[in-house]
Nanobody, 123 residues
Framework: QPQLVESGGDLVQPGGSLRLSCAAS????????VAWFRQAPGKERAFVAA????????HYGDAVKGRFTVSRNNARDTAYLQMNNLKPEDTAVYYC????????????????WGQGTQVTVSS
């Protein structure tokens, strides 16, 4: 069955870096746009970044522009989120999601979701 699995979350100090991975199985990721969302305790799930099916188009939330980079390797059915200069306010559970529609800031078009990976930024 279709599945997305995130990995790479960890505890990191402010200013540090992490790379999250989102691996697809049971469906062809290269026909899907992929997005990353995050949810901090007590807050709604928020858009972080998205990439279109080919990788030629990307978009970022204002809070992460210039610090995060989304990419993908369709040959490996995997998408990535490189996070640099991490801040305590980046602490959240990070989810990847996939849709055959054009990518969106909203979570509603996304058909497939991962289980999430915890990122904690703290000294």
């Amino acid at each position: 069955q279709p599945q997305l699995v995130e990995s790479g979350g960890d505890l990191v100090q402010p200013g540090g870096s992490l790379r999250l991975s989102c691996a697809a199985s049971g469906f062809a990721l290269d026909t899907h746009a992929v997005a990353w969302f995050r949810q901090a305790p007590g807050k709604e799930r928020a858009f972080v970044a998205a990439i279109n099916w080919s990788g030629a188009g990307t978009h970022y939330g204002d809070a992460v522009k210039g610090r995060f980079t989304v990419s993908r390797n369709n040959a490996r059915d995997t998408a990535y989120l490189q996070m640099n200069n991490l801040k305590p306010e980046d602490t959240a559970v990070y989810y990847c999601a996939a849709t055959m529609d054009p990518y969106s800031y909203s979570h509603s078009p996304y058909d497939h979701w991962g289980q999430g990976t915890q990122v904690t930024v703290s000294s």
